[in-house]
C-alpha cells in the first residue's frame, strides 16, 4: 500500500533529523510567537548563524503555550538534549548563539528546561516544571515539536494511523470507537460526538457534509488558533475519520479571517494532504472520496453558532435558525451534515491512533479526555494548557498558572468565553468538567480562562463581556437583540453610579427572559456573566446602587482622587503632570483636585512619590480638603488637629 | 396525507403531518400571538410570541418552528407563557417609537393588535432612541427603520417569494437595520418595486406614500388587474368611494397575496389622471373638439351606416370586458354585416391559437399558473417572465425552490438565467431546430413516453423521419449551441417529470412562429408532459383580456368559443340567436386591414381601446393608413397617438368604472368590478357599442348590465356554458365550463385531447425572412419591460413607474458597442428599412453580440417603425421578434 512506503520514508527522514549532526534550532513562530516579536529573532539568528557560518537547521515550529515567556526557542546540538530558551529577544541571540553552539556554554540562566532525554548540569526538565508538571498533553503534543507546514513530520510521529485504522475497520466499527470513548464536543456544549455522527450517518441522503468550526471568537481564546497554526494535520486527519464515517462527500474547515497564519497553514496542509492521496478521489484505495476547503468567517462571532455559521458557508447572512431540524438531518445546503469544533476533530485522531481504551485513562466519569484552555487575564503565567478533565480549578490557577499576578487575591474565574459564568474562590475547589461547571451557573465553552483580582470589579466584569454579547447579537430575535442591550444598559448604568433600586430586580428578570426565550445558544447564555456574579458578588452590585461606591475602585465615575492636606508637600509634581489641568496648588501650597475638571486618569496617583503618599483613590467616600491651597504648614496643623 | 392527532390546550385537534404547531392551531381557530410568521414564508422564530408549552420538550418551544407530532400535548395560554410574551412584547416595545396618533399605519398595525391580545401593564425599560435611517425619495413607497421591529419578513418575501434578494438585515446587535448591500439606493438593488415588502411589513415602517395619511379604508372590493394576462386579482381599498390603495388580493388561486409593482402602484395615478378623456370628441376643421354623446353618437352611427360591409373593419381590444368583446363582434356581425374584426391577439399569440388548435384541438394554456410550482422540470423558451408576467415567474421560483429543473432558453441574458440549472442561448431565430434537436436526442436515446406517444397520439412516425435532418451537428450549426448542452437540456426535460413548458412572444413572433408552436407540442408530447399537473404547453398571454377577446369571437374567423363562422350549422344557430343573417366570408386580419385601408378597400375602422401606431409592426405603414382611411372612430381612456388621427374619439370607463369579466391567461375567467361612477362623462365600451348598435337599428342590444350579457354568451358559447355572474361571485371559472354544476377545467386535455389524439407535426427549418447582411448588420428583437406596459399609455401617467423607466432604451452587446463606438448613454439612431427611431444605448451583457434589443412602449422611441411585418402563413403574426438594423450614433445627445 502506498501510504507504507510514505510512512516508512516519513519516518527514516525524521529520525535523520533527530540524529543530525547538524545543530538544531526549532524557534516558535506561531501568531503568539510572532506577537513576542519571533520573527525578528529568526532574523537576527539567521544572520548570526550566517555571521559564524554555522551550518544549522532552522526549523520553524508552533506553540507549546508558554505564552509568558515567548519568544521560545530550542536548541539541539548533536548528541545533547534539546533546550528551551524562554524570551529570545534579538538582543539575546547573538551571545546565545556564541555561548552555546560557538563555546559550548548551555547558559543556564537563560534556559528554562530541557526536553526529552538526558540531562544537563543547572537545568531543569521541561516537563518538571510547574506549569507543566500537572498538564497532559496529548492534542498538543506535536505543538511546538513539529514543522506544521511538513506532513511528512506529522505522519512521522504516528500521524494518519488513525486514519488507516478508520479504513480497516470500516465505519460502523469506528462510529463504535468514538461513541465507546465517551468523546464529547469541545466547542462547549459537550455533546456526545458519537452521537451526533450516528444521526448523520443514518440520515438518508447520498451528499453528506461535514464541517469544522475553527471561528473561535471568544474574548480571550485561542486554543484552535495555536492548534491549527501548531499541528494542522491533527485536525484534518480527525474531519477525514469523520467524513469515512459518515460517508460525507466534501468538508469544511470554517476559520475566522483573523487567523491569517492558521488558514495559510491549513491551505499548505490540504495541499500536502492532496499531493499524499489523502484526499480526491478514492482515496488510499478505500473506496472513498472526500475533499474539503476552507471558508473564511468575516467576523462575526454569531458565525460560530452552527446554523448561523452554515448559513454564512450559503453566502448568506450568518444568523441562527431554529432546530430543527437539525443538522445532522439539514444542514449545509438542506444535506445532513456534521459540525464538529477542531480540539473535538483533533481528538478523534488521537482515539483512533491510541484506541478508546487508552483515551478512557483521562479524564473524569462523564467528562472523559483531556482539555485545552486559554489561561489569561490577572494571573502568573498565561498560555495555553492541556489538561485532564476533572482537575480542579485551584490546580489550574495555582500550580499551572503559578496564583495571581502581582501577589494579589483571586477574585474569580470566567470560564467559557463571554457566555460563561464567574466562579468565586468558593468554588475554586470544584472539578472542571461539563456538568460541574453547569451547576455552577457557568459552562465548559470553547476553554477560554479569564482570571480576575481582588483589582476586578464584578459589576464591570460583567459589562464588559455582556457589551461584547449585545454587539456581537445577530439581531434577529427580540430577547437577544434587545434584552442584552437593555441589560447592557443597566449594567452601564449601574458602573457610572445610576443604579437604581430595582435595577438588580429588573436584572435577574431579563437574564430569565433572555435565557429561557431567546432562539440559539448566544441569546440563551449571555446573561450567565451577569447571572453568576449576581450570585456570587451581589454585595458589589449592591454597594454600586446604594453606597454608589465601587469596592475595587474600577467603575471611574464612583470613584475620586484626593489629596490629603495633611501629607501634600506641596512638591508640584501632581499638578504638572495632571492632563486635565484639575490641580490647583504652587510650591509650598497644599494641592486641591477639581474633582469637576479631574478625568480620574490616575496620573497624581502615579507620580505622587511614596514617601509622601499624599493622593488617594476612593470610591463612596469623601475626603475633606481645603476649599483652596493653604501653605503646607498650615494642613500640617490641620491634620494634627484632626 | 398523515393524519396527527394532537392536543392543544385540552382541545383534541387532528392536524397533518409536516404542519407547524402554529399552523394547526390555526386550524383549530386557537389564536397564538404573532409578529415576525407569515404564511408565505418559511418559518423565522425571530419575535419569540408564539412559545408555547410542550410536553416532553425543554424549554419553551416557538409554535411556529416546532412540527407537529403524534400524540403531542400543547399549551398556549398559560400564565407563565403570557408572562414571557409580556416581556418579549415590552422590549419589542422599547424599540419602537410611542407614536401610533401619528404613524400612518394606525388601526392597521400589527404590533397592536398584538399588545392589545397580550395586554401590557407598564414598560417600565426604557426606549431605545436608535436613529436609524428613514428613506422617503424612493419611487412608491417610504422606508421608515424606526418603525421596524426587525421581523425580517420584508426580507424574506423580497428573498424566498420575490426572488429579487435587494433588501437584507445589516449590522449586528441593537445597530441591526434592513438595508441594501452596501447602502446602495433601492434603485440599483435589484428592487423591483412590487411593494411584497410593504405589504408584509406589520408595522408603519414601510408604507405606500401615496395612501400613508388617507386613514382606514371604509371597504374593500376585489377585481381583476386590468394590466397583463395573469389576472391577479387586486383588493381596492376605499374612502368615501375613492381609492386609496390597491393591494394584492390574498385568497385566490392566481395571485395569492402577490402582485407586481404596475398592480401594486400603477393604477390609482391612471385612474384619477386629469388627461382621461371626459368628454367625446368630434373633429372638426383638423382639431378635435368637445361634443356631447348625442352628438358622437348620431356621428359615428350616420356615417358607419354609408360603407358596404367589405369597407369596414372593426379593431376589438384586449384590454375590454368579455362582454364588451361580445357585443363588439356581434355589432360587428349582425349589424355592420362584416367579418373584418380583429385584435392584437393577431400580434401575440395567434400561431399558438393556430398551431395548439391543429395539434391538441384547444389553442390556449393547458395548465394553471399555481400548478406550474408543482413542476419538477420546467423549460422557458422565448419568454422574459420575470418583467412580461411577474407573478407567474414566482410560481416558477416556487418550483425552483422546491428543486425543480430550469431550464431558459433564450439569446438574451434574462433575469430568470440567474436561478437556472441550465441555459441555452441560441441564435435568434434558430428555435424549430433547436426543439427539434432536442427531441432529436430524447428519440435517439428513447428517453420519451413510448405509451403517451401509443395511446394518446399519432403521426410519430412522420415526425421522426423528420428529425432526420436534426443531427446535433447540424443543429449546433444553426443554432450556436454546443452539442452537450442541447443533449443535456433534452435529457434534464424528459427525465424530471412532470415538465412544464413556457413560452410566450419569442416563440410566436415570428415568421416561422406556428412552426416554433408545433416544435414545442411535439416535445411535450414525446415526452407524456401534457394532461397532467405540472406538465403542459403554456403560452403566456400577454394582454389582461386577450384570451377572453378571442374566446369571445373577436377574430375575423370564430364566433364566440372558437365556433367556425364558415360551418353552417354555427353561423345557422346564431342567425337565429341574434335574428339576422350573417356574413359567411371570412374577415381580415388585423394586419390585412391595414393594407387594406392603405389601399383603400377598407374606408371606416372601429377601433376599441388600441394603440397600433405604436404596436403594430411597420409603424409608419400603419399611420398612413389609418390617415387614408375616410373615417375612423376611436375609443379609449386617453388621447392615445392612434386617438389623436380619429374622427371621432368617445371616452371610455376605465376597468374600475365597469363590471364585467376578464379571462386570464389560465382561462380563468374572473369579475371586473365597479368602484367608482365614470370620470366625467366617460361611458363603459360595452354601452357606447350598444348605444351605436342600437343607433344603426340593431336587435339584441338592449342590455341593462353586463350580467345579462354574459347570460347571453352563456347560452351561445358552449366553453362558457356554465358560467353567469352569480357562480364568479365566489371567484374564478377556468374553461371550458360547460354547464352551471360544471367546476370547471385547471388541466386540459386530461384524458383525451380536445381533439382526439394528439397530433404530432414534422418539421423543417426556415430562417427569419430578414437576415442581417452589410447595410442592416445588426438584429432587432423587442419586448416589454417590467415597470412599464404596452404601448404606456396607462403606466406612462404613473410618476413612480418614470421615475424608474422614462425613455426607450436600445440594449446592445460590448462588443458591437465597441465596435461602433458606443459608450453607455449615447444617443443612438436605429435604422432598419422600414424607418430609423432615436433612442439611449445601454451597453449590457444581456443581449448577445449581433442582436440589439428594444422595448415598444415610449413613443419617442417607436421601435415599431423598425419592425418588419413578414408573416407567418398560417397565424397571419409579424415578424416582431427578428429585423435587420444598423445603429449609428447621433450627433443630439
Known amino acids: 500500500m502506498i501510504f507504507d512506503k510514505i510512512r516508512k520514508q516519513a519516518i527514516a527522514e525524521w529520525a535523520t533529523l533527530q540524529q543530525s549532526q547538524q545543530p538544531r534550532i526549532l524557534l516558535g513562530t506561531a501568531t503568539c510567537g510572532r506577537a513576542a516579536g519571533a520573527m525578528s529573532t529568526l532574523e537576527i539568528m539567521n544572520q548570526e548563524l550566517a555571521r559564524h557560518n554555522i551550518d544549522a537547521i532552522v526549523t520553524q515550529v508552533g506553540c507549546i503555550g508558554l505564552c509568558y515567556i515567548e519568544p521560545l526557542v530550542d536548541i539541539v546540538k548533536p548528541n545533547r538534549p534539546r533546550i528551551c530558551y524562554s524570551s529570545v529577544t534579538p538582543k539575546i541571540i547573538p551571545q546565545l548563539i556564541e555561548d552555546y553552539l560557538i563555546k559550548d556554554n548551555p547558559r543556564p540562566d537563560l534556559a528554562l528546561g530541557t526536553i526529552g532525554d538526558g540531562t544537563i548540569e543547572g537545568i531543569p526538565r521541561l516537563l518538571d516544571l510547574p506549569m507543566l508538571k500537572p498538564q497532559v498533553r496529548i492534542v498538543l503534543r506535536n505543538c511546538g515539536h513539529i514543522n506544521p507546514e511538513d506532513i511528512k513530520q506529522y505522519i512521522a510521529n504516528d500521524g494518519y494511523i488513525g486514519f488507516i485504522k478508520a479504513i480497516n475497520m470500516g465505519p460502523e466499527r469506528v462510529l463504535g470507537e468514538i461513541k465507546k470513548s465517551e468523546l464529547r464536543g469541545r466547542g462547549g456544549a459537550g455533546f456526545p460526538t458519537g452521537q451526533k455522527w450516528e444521526f448523520c450517518r443514518r440520515s438518508p441522503g447520498k451528499e453528506k457534509y461535514i464541517i469544522c468550526n475553527a471561528d473561535e471568537g471568544d474574548p480571550g481564546a485561542f486554543m484552535n488558533r495555536a492548534l491549527l497554526e501548531s499541528d494542522p494535520h491533527s485536525v484534518l486527519e480527525g474531519m477525514l475519520i469523520g467524513a469515512y464515517t459518515i460517508g460525507a462527500t466534501h468538508g469544511y474547515i470554517y476559520c475566522r479571517a483573523e487567523y491569517p497564519l492558521a488558514i495559510e497553514r491549513l491551505s499548505i496542509a490540504l495541499n500536502q494532504m492532496r499531493e499524499y492521496g489523502l484526499l480526491g478521489d478514492n482515496i488510499l484505495g478505500a473506496n472513498f472520496s472526500f475533499d474539503m476547503e476552507i471558508k473564511e468567517g468575516a467576523g462575526a462571532f454569531i458565525c460560530g453558532e452552527e446554523t448561523a455559521l452554515m448559513a454564512s458557508i450559503e453566502g448568506k447572512r450568518g444568523m441562527p435558525r431554529p432546530r430543527p431540524p437539525f443538522p445532522a438531518v439539514s444542514g449545509l445546503w438542506g444535506k445532513p451534515t456534521n459540525i464538529n469544533n477542531a480540539e473535538t476533530w483533533a481528538n478523534v485522531a488521537l482515539i483512533l491512533q491510541k484506541g478508546s481504551e487508552w483515551y478512557d485513562g483521562f479524564g473524569s466519569q462523564t467528562s472523559k479526555g483531556t482539555k485545552t484552555f486559554a489561561l489569561v487575564g490577572k494571573i502568573e503565567r498565561t498560555g495555553l494548557i492541556e489538561v485532564p478533565l476533572g482537575i480542579h480549578l485551584r490546580d489550574i490557577i495555582y500550580e499551572i498558572g503559578g496564583g495571581i499576578a502581582d501577589g494579589k487575591q483571586y477574585k474569580a474565574v470566567q470560564t467559557g468565553g463571554p457566555s460563561g459564568g464567574c466562579l468565586p474562590a468558593s468554588l475554586l475547589d470544584s472539578p472542571v468538567d461539563y456538568d460541574s461547571l453547569v451547576k455552577a451557573g457557568s459552562m465548559m465553552g470553547s476553554g477560554g480562562m479569564v482570571i480576575a483580582d481582588e483589582d476586578t470589579c464584578m459589576v464591570d466584569f460583567a459589562r464588559f463581556f455582556l457589551s461584547f454579547s449585545q454587539a456581537e447579537s445577530c439581531g434577529k430575535c427580540v430577547p437577544c437583540r434587545i434584552g442584552t442591550h437593555q441589560m447592557f444598559a443597566i449594567l452601564e448604568r449601574i458602573t457610572r453610579g445610576e443604579g437604581k433600586l430595582r435595577d438588580i430586580e429588573q436584572l435577574e428578570q431579563l437574564s430569565q427572559l433572555v435565557k429561557t426565550t431567546s432562539l440559539c445558544g448566544l441569546g440563551q447564555t449571555a446573561p450567565n456573566p451577569v447571572q453568576t456574579t449576581l450570585r456570587y458578588f451581589r454585595d458589589e452590585y449592591e454597594a454600586h446602587i446604594n453606597k454608589k461606591k465601587c469596592p475595587s475602585l474600577v467603575c471611574t465615575r464612583l470613584i475620586n482622587y484626593y489629596i490629603l492636606p495633611g501629607k501634600c508637600a506641596g512638591c508640584m509634581l501632581c499638578l504638572r503632570d495632571c492632563p486635565a489641568k484639575a490641580i490647583v496648588g504652587g510650591r509650598r501650597l497644599v494641592h486641591i483636585i477639581s474633582q469637576e475638571k479631574c478625568t480620574k486618569c490616575g496620573a497624581c496617583l502615579d507620580v505622587c512619590p511614596e514617601r509622601f503618599g499624599a493622593v488617594v483613590k476612593v470610591s463612596g467616600e469623601k475626603v475633606i480638603v481645603p476649599s483652596k491651597p493653604i501653605p503646607v504648614a498650615t494642613s500640617k496643623a490641620l491634620k494634627n488637629k484632626g | ?893
Not at chain 2, 393594407?595 to 409603424?619: F, Q, T, V, W, Y
Open chain 2, 1 to 893: 396525507m398523515d393524519k396527527i392527532k394532537i392536543t392543544i390546550d385540552n382541545k383534541p385537534i387532528t392536524g397533518r403531518a409536516g404542519m407547524t404547531v402554529l399552523e394547526a392551531a390555526k386550524m383549530a381557530g386557537i389564536y397564538i400571538p404573532t409578529l415576525c410568521y407569515h404564511p408565505a414564508l418559511t418559518p423565522f422564530g425571530a419575535c419569540r410570541l408564539c412559545i408555547t408549552e410542550i410536553e416532553g420538550m425543554r424549554g419553551f418551544p416557538t409554535s411556529c418552528t416546532t412540527p407537529v407530532n403524534d400524540g403531542m400535548v400543547i399549551k398556549t395560554n398559560t400564565p407563565q407563557l403570557q408572562e414571557l410574551r409580556r416581556g418579549i412584547l415590552e422590549l419589542t416595545i422599547t424599540d419602537h417609537p410611542y407614536s401610533c396618533i401619528t404613524c400612518p399605519t394606525n388601526g392597521r398595525c400589527e404590533l397592536q393588535k398584538v399588545a392589545a391580545n397580550i395586554g401590557m401593564k407598564e414598560i417600565t425599560l426604557p426606549y431605545i432612541y436608535k436613529k436609524r435611517p428613514t428613506y422617503r425619495n424612493d419611487p412608491f413607497f417610504d422606508r421608515d427603520y424606526n418603525m421596524c421591529i426587525l421581523c425580517g419578513r420584508c426580507v424574506r418575501i423580497c428573498h424566498e417569494v420575490r426572488g429579487a434578494t435587494a433588501i437584507t438585515f445589516t449590522q449586528r446587535g441593537i445597530k441591526t437595520v434592513i438595508g441594501t448591500a452596501f447602502g446602495r439606493p433601492l434603485q440599483e438593488s435589484g428592487c423591483q418595486f412590487c411593494g411584497a415588502c410593504v405589504d408584509a411589513c406589520p408595522t408603519g415602517a414601510l408604507t405606500e406614500r401615496a395612501r400613508e395619511w388617507a386613514g382606514l379604508a371604509d371597504r374593500d372590493v376585489v377585481t381583476t388587474c386590468p394590466y397583463c394576462g395573469v389576472g391577479c386579482q387586486l383588493s381596492l381599498q376605499l374612502k368615501k368611494n375613492r381609492i386609496i390603495e390597491v393591494l394584492p388580493h390574498e385568497k385566490n388561486e392566481v395571485n395569492r397575496g402577490q402582485v407586481c409593482v404596475k398592480g401594486r402602484f400603477g393604477i390609482t395615478e391612471f385612474v384619477y389622471h386629469p388627461q382621461r378623456l371626459t368628454t367625446p370628441l368630434i373633429k372638426r376643421n383638423g382639431k378635435l373638439t368637445e361634443a356631447s354623446w348625442d352628438e358622437a353618437l348620431n356621428l359615428v352611427t350616420s356615417r358607419l351606416a354609408n360603407y358596404h360591409k367589405d369597407e369596414v373593419a372593426i379593431i376589438a381590444s384586449a384590454k375590454c370586458t368579455n362582454e364588451e368583446n361580445y357585443v363588439t363582434q356581434k355589432f360587428g356581425r349582425a349589424v355592420l354585416g362584416t367579418n373584418n374584426i380583429d385584435h392584437c391577439a393577431r400580434l401575440c399569440h395567434s400561431p399558438t391559437v393556430a398551431g395548439l388548435a391543429r395539434v391538441f384541438g384547444s389553442g390556449a394554456m393547458t395548465n394553471s399558473i399555481h400548478d406550474i410550482g408543482e413542476a419538477a422540470c420546467i423549460l422557458i423558451i422565448g419568454t422574459n417572465t420575470s418583467e412580461s408576467h411577474p407573478v407567474t415567474a414566482l410560481e416558477v421560483l416556487k418550483a425552483v425552490r422546491r428543486g425543480a429543473k430550469l431550464i431558459i432558453i433564450n439569446p438574451r441574458e434574462i433575469e430568470l438565467v440567474r436561478f437556472a440549472d441550465l441555459w441555452l442561448r441560441p441564435r435568434l431565430g434558430t428555435d424549430v431546430p433547436l426543439l427539434m434537436g432536442m427531441a432529436r436526442t430524447i428519440v435517439d436515446e428513447n428517453l420519451m413516453d413510448q405509451a403517451f406517444i401509443t395511446e394518446r397520439c399519432e403521426n410519430f412516425d412522420a415526425f421522426k423521419k423528420s428529425l432526420q435532418n436534426f443531427t446535433l451537428d447540424t443543429v449546433t450549426q444553426i443554432t450556436g449551441v454546443p452539442k452537450d448542452k442541447i443533449s443535456e437540456a433534452a435529457h434534464i426535460y424528459a427525465t424530471n417529470k412532470p415538465a412544464s413548458l413556457l413560452f410566450a412572444m419569442g416563440i410566436t413572433q415570428h415568421s416561422h412562429g406556428t412552426d416554433n408552436v408545433l416544435a414545442i407540442a411535439n416535445l411535450a408530447m414525446l415526452t407524456g408532459n401534457i394532461g397532467s399537473p405540472g406538465s403542459g404547453v403554456n403560452p403566456l398571454r400577454g394582454q389582461n383580456n386577450v384570451q377572453g377577446a378571442c374566446d369571445m369571437g373577436s377574430l375575423p374567423n370564430v364566433f364566440p368559443g372558437y365556433q367556425q363562422t364558415t360551418n353552417e350549422t354555427v353561423r345557422q344557430k346564431f342567425e337565429a340567436a341574434w335574428d339576422v343573417s350573417l356574413n359567411p366570408t371570412q374577415g381580415l386580419t388585423l394586419t390585412e386591414i391595414f393594407d387594406a385601408a392603405h389601399h383603400k378597400r377598407i374606408k371606416a375602422i372601429h377601433l376599441i381601446g388600441e394603440n397600433p401606431i405604436l404596436s403594430d409592426p411597420d409603424a409608419n405603414h400603419v399611420r398612413k393608413a389609418l390617415e387614408t382611411l375616410e373615417f375612423l372612430v376611436v375609443q379609449d381612456i386617453f388621447l392615445s397617438e392612434t386617438a389623436r388621427l380619429a374622427d371621432v374619439v368617445l371616452p371610455s370607463a376605465s376597468f374600475v368604472e365597469r363590471d364585467g369579466t376578464f379571462t386570464n391567461t389560465e382561462r380563468r375567467v374572473q369579475r371586473v368590478r365597479k368602484v367608482i361612477e365614470p370620470i366625467g362623462a366617460s361611458r363603459p365600451d360595452w354601452w357606447i357599442i350598444c348605444q351605436i348598435a342600437r343607433g344603426m337599428g340593431g336587435k339584441g342590444f338592449d342590455f341593462e348590465n353586463p350580467s345579462q350579457i354574459m347570460d347571453e354568451i352563456a347560452h351561445l358559447t358552449p366553453i362558457y356554458g356554465g358560467i353567469n355572474y352569480r357562480r364568479l361571485q365566489k371567484g374564478g371559472l377556468q374553461w371550458p365550463c360547460p354547464t352551471p354544476d360544471h367546476l370547471g377545467t385547471p388541466i386540459l386535455h386530461t384524458q383525451l385531447f380536445t381533439r382526439g389524439k394528439g397530433r404530432f407535426t414534422p418539421l423543417q427549418y426556415r430562417p427569419s425572412a430578414e437576415l442581417p447582411d452589410k447595410t442592416y448588420p445588426l438584429v432587432l428583437t423587442t419586448g416589454r419591460r417590467l415597470f412599464h406596459f404596452h404601448t404606456g399609455t396607462m403606466t406612462r401617467k404613473v410618476k413612480g413607474l418614470n421615475t424608474l423607466l422614462n425613455e426607450g432604451l436600445v440594449e446592445i452587446n460590448p462588443i458591437d458597442a465597441d465596435a461602433l463606438g458606443i459608450v453607455d448613454g449615447d444617443i443612438l439612431k436605429v435604422i432598419s428599412r422600414r424607418g430609423e427611431v432615436p433612442a439611449k444605448a445601454r451597453v449590457t451583457e444581456w443581449s448577445p453580440a449581433g442582436v440589439v434589443y428594444m422595448d415598444f412602449h415610449f413613443a419617442e422611441s417607436s421601435t415599431n417603425i423598425l419592425t418588419n411585418t413578414a408573416l407567418d402563413l398560417v397565424a397571419k403574426i409579424p415578424e416582431l421578434k427578428a429585423c435587420a438594423v444598423r445603429i449609428e450614433k447621433s450627433h443630439h445627445r
